[in-house]
Each structure stands twice: as structure tokens, then as C-alpha cells.
């Protein structure tokens, strides 16, 4: 299956808590951290939740 690069870009802090778990969720734990994750819908919505805080990497 597919996969899609993600990479945080900014701090978890100050963020609301739903978003801080989507990060734990996607396996983001430090800014810069690049993790790789299968692309799906679930896995898309979730980029989607944490847009300003993360970036798909090619």
C-alpha cells in the first residue's frame, strides 16, 4: 500500500488536546520528526485535523 511522508513543523503547545493525541496518534513526538504512514482516508483525516502544525513531505 501507499505511504505518505508527514513531518511536524510546529510545537503541540498550546494546541488543544484533540489535536495533541492526533499527533501521538500519527507517531509525531518532536518538531522535525518525519514518521511514514500508509495512506488512507483515516490517515488523511488526520493530516487534515493537524494541517497548521504538520506538512507532507515527498
Same mark, same amino acid.
Given at each position: 500500500?501507499?505511504? #505518505?511522508?508527514? *513531518?511536524?513543523? %510546529? !510545537? /503541540? #503547545?498550546?494546541?488543544? #488536546?484533540?489535536? %495533541?493525541?492526533?499527533?501521538?496518534?500519527?507517531?509525531? /513526538? %518532536?518538531?522535525?520528526?518525519?514518521?511514514?504512514?500508509?495512506?488512507?482516508? !483515516?490517515? /488523511?483525516?488526520? #493530516? /487534515? *485535523? @493537524?494541517?497548521?502544525? @504538520?506538512? @507532507? @513531505? *515527498?
Amino acid at each position: 500500500m501507499a505511504t #505518505i511522508k508527514v *513531518k511536524q513543523i %510546529k !510545537s /503541540r #503547545i498550546g494546541a488543544p #488536546i484533540d489535536q %495533541k493525541s492526533t499527533l501521538q496518534a500519527l507517531g509525531l /513526538r %518532536k518538531i522535525s520528526q518525519v514518521v511514514e504512514v500508509e495512506d488512507t482516508p !483515516s490517515m /488523511r483525516g488526520m #493530516i /487534515r *485535523k @493537524v494541517h497548521h502544525l @504538520v506538512e @507532507v @513531505v *515527498k
